[in-house]
């Protein structure tokens, strides 16, 4: 303690020796300077990417701006660009756009003349169980409930309750059956979206707004696992908050929790685990990161949006699971899509939380509006209170013992694909499923000629990156007699092939997922993904199409 006082002492005349002969002002100003610099230094050094990827980053950009780079660079884009709208255009048989209003209404007849052959356009037929996903049932008689029950309440708007209390009435019961299938008590709560997305984003402005308003963290940031859903990300984006992604176990494909503990900081807002995450189809430890949050007093939100409508009834289809949900202490909050394996129409989600004061932090209330004291609970204003109706009415369709049913067959179809696959030469299964979600990888061949090649047996695959690999989705589609044998076969026979034949020269995704997987840039691999989605809402018809 003396050594500390005296070295104060002398710190302390040294800086006054050093002020004695300085006019007051100059004082000040030096100060000042050495403040804004030390302010800057700070924010320099201590942003969220590190030094050396921002001056990666900064060399591309420089780079870019070279007239030969820039022109080769924007001569792929293009090439790129005019492929994917051709790709797109094929999918239609090139034909023409309607790109402005008939001079008079259509008949009835030619409408839907029109939108019959519209929606027979395409050489996938999901009916069959080729895609992963993508369609999760596609019953005729759910399909002939739903429509019925959509357009009795096509009209409808969930913003006025007073005016539709029975689509209110269907939304607060399809709520309050989701919480209590999560086992949630009676003060749990939630509320309907429009998918997965919103349902995330929605988690994410709660636990901001709590942070903000509660805890006084000025900038809230998220832990979430690097396979947690994208949404996570364009929820830290809109929100202007920090994400932060925690590293999986290589083995097990599930969150590292060691190495979440280790990234929680005073800043930390929520904490995320997927019941089944997408890319592989893996449960999270759901028990110990909820005791991470518990430890640190972080709320945790559990993402089912995947697999929310098969973990529910698993035990009493015979493959039971640790638990997940609301029984587990520290899970605040768990979101899961009614529009998947709840077999409802696309544009609905679920959002649950453990009580209502977490749910009071997502609302939107703006009390000052000249039009009104305007609160919306959701992203939306207006919603369809269609979709709120058929989705009330897939439930009540299925009941606790047809959502039971639909699992047991979903599950024991996954777990032969997955054994069968991890039979084949070449090939190797990612962790150990979970749930729905079978992934494949090889260590001897490039796995995405296996994706392009199944396409060309009229498979739809899914395609994922770091690490390279593709994943089937099981559905109720797949459970269809023969598929699953099929699905193996044509994986045993394609990798027999690649390894008895290497192919020297690769297109397709192989090429695209393999080019985008080794570029530095990765703002030049979103402006490739641009590509696709400018596609997508093009009207110009393809000049090069036969």
Known sequence: MEMLRVGAVRLQESINDWCEDMPAWEIVLRTAAATVLFVWLKNFLFKDESLYERGKKAVFRVARKLPHVKNMIEKEITKMSDGMSDDLNKAIDNTPYLVKLPEKGWSTEKIIEEATRYTEFGTFKWESGCASGTVYNGSKDLTDVMTKVYGLSAWTNPLHPDVFPGVRKMEAEVVRMCCTLFNGDKDSCGCMTTGGTESIVMAVKAYRDYAINVRGIKKPEILVP????????????????????????????????????????????????????????????????????????????????????????????????????????????????????????????????????????????????????????????????????????????????????????????????????????????????????????SNEFNIYIVSDRMTKRGWNLNALQFPSSIHLAVTVLHTQSGVADKFISDVREISEDILKNPPEDVGGSAALYGMAQSIPDRSLVGELAWCYLDAVYSTKQSTTAK
């Open 226 to 441: 690097v396979s947690a859903h994208a949404a996570f990300d364009k929820a830290s984006y809109l929100l202007a908050m920090r994400i932060r992604h925690v590293p999986l176990d290589e083995k097990t494909m599930k969150v590292n929790v060691q190495a979440m503990r280790k990234m929680i900081n005073k800043r930390t807002c929520m904490l995320v685990v997927s019941a089944p995450q997408f890319p592989h189809g893996v449960i999270d430890p759901v028990e110990e990161v909820a005791a991470l949050g518990e430890e640190y007093s972080i709320p945790v939100h559990v993402d089912a949006c995947l697999g929310g409508f098969l973990i529910p009834f698993m035990e009493e289809a015979g493959y039971p699971l640790p638990p997940f949900d609301f029984r587990v202490k520290g899970v605040t909050s768990i979101s899961a899509d009614t529009h998947k394996y709840g077999y409802a129409p696309k544009g609905s989600s679920v959002i649950m939380y453990r009580n209502s004061s977490w749910r009071h932090h997502q609302f939107f209330v703006t009390p000052d509006w000249p039009g009104g004291i305007y609160a919306t609970a959701t992203i939306g204003g207006s919603r369809s209170g269609g979709i709120v109706a058929a989705c009330w009415a897939a439930l009540m369709y299925h009941g606790l013992q047809g959502y039971i049913d639909y699992t047991s067959k979903i599950i024991q179809t996954a777990k032969k694909i997955e054994e069968g696959c991890r039979q084949i030469p070449g090939i190797f299964v990612f962790g150990k499923p979970d749930v729905s979600v079978v992934a494949l990888g």
